[in-house]
């Protein structure tokens, strides 16, 4: 093979034994002529990437094993007279790389050129389009018509392969990811690629399913569109969803999410890379968490209990809650209930309220019961924020008690009213509506309908976590911050709203009008939240501009919304 | 003067409020003209301080045709700014998107085919014929005279009629794709457009004769709007307005772009810069113009007219249909639009009424990051108090006509 014209002439000679190391303690390399200096055992990939050198690849993934089997990520190295995947090629001090030759780009046109061979022409009805590999990649290296004569391999075109995953064999790559992903993270070795050459195919294991609890992250991993989510397939066009960085709550683990949204509604959860927490992962129940944003939401306040029950307008209830509750503040008949669910915002201004408004000493602690858990990401505690609870209560001077003390002194006859910071409950639904039907006053903040907030004399709807800002503490301690996705639905208010607005009917002097003031107020008293920097700590906004028609994450509003009034854009 | 001291004498009034020797005052007057006002050619509204007939000051206010232009840009792919570009000097829709192109294509540095260039300079040619008939004929009618404005809409009708069946629009043309055109000439246009030109030869004539020796006209013209070729620089003029007061420059000569340069015409240049002489280079340029597009019709080839880059151009409809490369280009094309390196630029073109500037950033994505739009309309806007202030107030009339303020460019 004859030597390319633009190789470098600067190459080293390879030296007799190791060189030494110019930078100590760093793998010193050159990328298109500029030098990098990393860590021993970086990635070539990694490392190039630092000098803006973007090496496409399909196989490889930072969290898994190296493969090399895409071949698309070849490029020049001054060690071998080959293109090498530099995926799998280690680094070596001294070492000249080039990623930006023909023969680079002629080797990438190629290899695009054969995975599309087979390719059916699906973009128009996958769910992958807009966020493709293929594409991308077909678009910046290859742009050249077909050469393919006949007709290309047909394979099975939905294989369901468990609850949550289907696969189309004919837009698969072959990349192996999802197989390494069930057999190295998720360590339940479920998938596997059958038969060999053009025959080759990704299957589950005969008599067997994918019904692993992280089975949805074989979606994410899959850089083109033969794994889909069935949850999400044919729902949405990705390039209409707008997209902010969140914090899934389906349990104590706290994973760092994106939220997809359009409009109102919340389509999806993918996971968000965070080393300390759920490094590129998260579980399928979390994966459908989002689906209470959407269904059965509580979205106009109401007063009155079963036949009684008519919706009214905010003030009307606010009224409503005040009168009863201040008849009864101070007393030991009134308890306050609050959710390990709510965010530090919704607990800060919460809290403050049942104690300095409502004069209690004790709070009674609901949330969802706890369920299964795993080694890998799965927490039995379902509460996003217990931890951020348990601060915060006692940095008040507030007690806790379990929610099962709360339905013992209601059937006593102890507790006579309720102020409730969220109706999840650790009983069944049905149990707590009973108790809660003893209780002659219920002033119940919720987001979803349930049989308890039938019981509620004035019920509030509560805001979903998406639809304000916010902060969750996971259970290792780790706070972290959620954006605003949307404004939230009907005349739903953040607790931490609904909390500030009645003390304010109580007649106390309180100004705050944020989640960012309430933090920024009263998280001071609380010393495991006082050194976090809520402004600092905000993940960035994730750009949608390009594919979405229009820009619209910036205030979380889809193009043309205009029905919530002055657009929450920042500096207004 | 001595008086008699004995006698009581009421002292005089003061100067000017005796009964007999009061001044008739005179109070300067402010009207408006416009913003509905049959003169003021899209919705200008200008406010003018009179003393009586005579314009003392003279504040036009531009703004009432505001769409939003550059700004709705930013939303949009490359070649979806195009149906906005229409929309900018509405009397000649081709040369704004032809000008928009080539400024994309000189950022992306792209080269367009030949036969690409020699139909822009026909489709420009064209319009700015469709342009300089419009504002002849309008001279004429508000002047008094309906005849030369109905043998001018006769002949802009012919263009249009021409334009219709290349671009498929009378006026919202939205013609022409980066890196090329979206289709090529139809069948036996070439044709119908010699038969149009040699109509629209005879219709000129006619203008003329009835127009530049007729006295009613000539004294209304003549000496009156005058700018100085100091004064037209100062304020940024180009094209006719410019010319019109001596200075030759016009962009098809400055630096030749398309095939300009293999096309022979004469730029007419003016002498008193006043009305008649600007009417006079639009009356030149028609012949010229003629001239140009009689000669690209000669020389045009056949070939591509949009360059063979499924990055840029979309790929044939059977490609798409039929196989995933096709569809991905597509895909891609439509939805994220022409990747346009990250980079700005300035790119001009001579449009009818001057120098159509673009100056456009990209940040490397398929949307503009910015577009600005230097509207030749708007300079010369600017400079018309300067004509028309110290002169009477129907002068303002023909002067406003001659300036061929466009209200979709200047307001953008």
């Known amino acids: 093979m004859s030597e390319p014209a633009d190789k470098p002439k600067a190459s080293p000679a390879p030296a007799p034994g190791r060189p030494a190391p110019k930078h100590p303690g760093l793998v010193t390399v050159t990328v298109d002529g500029q030098e990098v200096a990393v860590p021993p055992g970086t990635n070539m990939i990694t490392a190039a990437k630092t000098v803006g050198a973007d090496i496409p690849y399909y196989c490889w993934h930072h969290r898994l094993s190296i493969a090399a089997n895409c071949r698309m990520c070849l490029v020049e190295a001054s060690t071998s007279p080959k293109l090498v995947p530099a995926c799998q090629t280690a680094l070596q001090e001294g070492m000249a790389i080039r990623t930006d030759t023909a023969r680079v780009a002629e080797s990438r046109r190629a290899v695009m050129e054969f995975l599309l061979l087979n390719h059916p022409v699906d973009c128009a009805i996958c769910d992958q389009a807009g966020e493709c590999k293929l594409e991308d990649y077909y678009q910046r290296l290859d742009a050249r018509p077909s050469r393919l004569e006949g007709d290309k391999v047909l394979r099975d075109k939905r294989r369901v392969l468990g609850p949550l995953v289907v696969l189309d064999q004919e837009r698969c790559v072959l990349c192996t990811r999802c197989v390494r992903f069930m057999e190295e993270v998720a360590k339940e070795p479920q998938l596997g690629v059958f038969a060999r050459g053009s025959d080759e195919y990704i299957d589950v294991f005969p008599g067997h399913e994918l019904s692993s609890n992280y089975s949805g992250n074989v979606v994410d991993l899959c850089p083109v569109g033969a794994l889909l989510n069935r949850d999400f397939r044919f729902r949405a066009r990705t390039w209409f969803l707008s997209t902010v960085a969140s914090v899934c709550t389906g349990c104590s683990r706290g994973c760092s999410t994106y939220v997809d949204f359009l409009g109102q509604d919340t389509y999806r959860y993918r996971p968000r890379e965070n080393d300390a927490i759920n490094q590129s992962w998260m579980c399928d129940p979390g994966r459908l968490s989002y689906q209470p944003l959407n269904l059965e939401r509580v979205s106009t306040p109401s007063v009155g209990r079963g036949e009684d029950r008519r919706e009214v307008p905010t003030a009307e209830a606010l009224a409503r809650a005040t009168v009863q509750l201040k008849a009864m503040a101070g007393t030991a008949e009134l308890a306050v209930l609050v959710s390990p669910g709510c965010s530090n915002e919704d607990l800060l201004a919460g809290l403050t309220f049942a104690k300095d408004a409502l004069g209690v000493r004790t709070l009674y602690v609901g949330g969802r019961p706890d369920g299964p858990a795993d080694n890998l990401l799965m927490r039995a505690d379902k509460n996003p924020n217990r931890k951020g609870l348990t601060w915060i209560a006692a940095a008040l001077g507030l007690g806790l008690r379990p929610f099962g003390e709360l339905v013992l002194a209601i059937e006593v006859g102890q507790v006579k009213a309720l102020y409730a910071l969220g109706a999840e409950v650790p009983v069944p639904a049905a149990q707590a509506a009973a108790a809660l039907s003893k209780v002659e006053f219920a002033v119940l903040q919720a987001a979803n309908v349930s049989a308890l907030t039938a019981q509620a004399q004035v019920l509030l709807p509560a805001a979903a976590h998406v639809e304000d800002e916010g902060t969750f503490t996971q259970a290792d301690g780790i706070t972290q911050r959620f954006r605003r996705a949307y404004p939230p639905r009907g005349a739903a208010q953040s607790h931490w709203k609904w909390a500030v607005d009645i003390m304010r009917e109580f007649g106390f002097p309180v100004t705050l009008g944020s989640a960012r003031d309430v933090f920024r107020e009263l998280a001071p008293k609380v010393p495991e939240l006082a050194g976090f920097d809520w402004d600092k700590e905000a993940p960035p906004l994730k750009s949608t501009r390009g594919i979405s028609p229009l820009p619209s994450a910036a205030d979380g509003r889809p193009p043309g919304y205009r029905e919530f009034g002055t657009p929450r854009v920042r500096g207004i | ?412």
């Not at chain 2, 043309?173 to 109509?199: I, M, Q, Y």
């Not at chain 2, 798409?320 to 630029?345: D, Q, R, S």
């Open chain 2, 1 to 412: 003067m001595a008086q008699p001291t004995e006698i009581e004498i009421p002292p005089a009034a003061p100067e000017g409020e005796g009964e007999l020797e009061a001044h008739l005052h005179t109070k300067r007057m402010l009207i408006n003209m416009g913003p509905s006002h049959p003169a003021m050619h899209g919705t200008v509204r200008t406010r003018i301080e009179l003393e009586g007939e005579t314009i003392v000051r003279m504040d036009p206010e531009i703004g009432f045709l505001h769409r939003g232009f550059q700004k709705s840009c930013e939303n949009v792919t490359w070649n979806q700014c195009l149906p906005y570009t229409d929309r900018l000097n509405y009397a000649s829709p081709l040369m704004n998107n032809f000008g928009f192109l080539n400024a994309v294509e000189k950022l992306a540095g792209i080269t367009i085919p030949e036969r690409a260039q020699y139909i822009r300079l026909i489709g420009s040619e064209l319009h700015r014929i469709h342009d300089h008939l419009t504002c002849v004929g309008a001279i004429g009618l508000e002047l008094g005279g309906f005849a030369p404005f109905l043998y001018a809409i006769e002949g802009r009708e012919l263009i249009m009629d021409r334009v219709t069946e290349l671009t498929g629009a009378r006026l919202t043309t939205s013609f022409g794709r980066v890196g090329g055109l979206n289709r090529d000439l139809p069948e036996g246009w070439v044709e119908r457009v010699l038969k149009s030109l040699d109509k629209c030869h005879e219709l000129i004539g006619e203008i003329e004769t009835l127009l530049t020796a007729n006295r009613i006209f000539v004294d209304r013209m003549k000496g009156v709007g005058v700018i100085t070729a100091d004064d037209a620089l100062d304020f940024g003029f180009t094209g006719p307005c410019l010319r019109a007061s001596g200075v030759p420059y016009d962009v098809r000569k400055a630096k030749p772009y398309w095939v300009y340069d293999r096309i022979e015409f004469d730029v007419p240049i003016g002498v008193n810069g006043d009305n008649f002489d600007r009417y006079l280079m639009r009356l030149e340029e028609l012949r010229q113009s003629e001239a140009i597009v009689r000669q690209a019709l000669r020389q045009i080839s056949p070939g591509p007219v949009i360059v063979d880059d499924w990055r840029i151009a979309l790929p044939p409809k059977p490609e798409v249909y039929g196989t995933i490369e096709g569809v991905i280009a597509h895909f891609k094309l439509v939805m994220e639009g022409v990747p346009v390196p990250a980079g700005e630029v300035y790119d001009s073109t001579e449009a009818a009424n001057g120098e159509l500037g673009w100056y456009l950033v990209s940040d490397g994505s398929g949307r503009p990051y910015k577009v600005h739009v230097r509207a030749p309309g708007f300079a010369i806007m600017s400079g018309l108090p300067r004509m028309v202030e110290g002169r009477m107030l129907a002068d303002l009339i023909p002067t406003f006509d001659t300036i061929n303020m466009i209200g979709g460019e200047v307001e953008q």
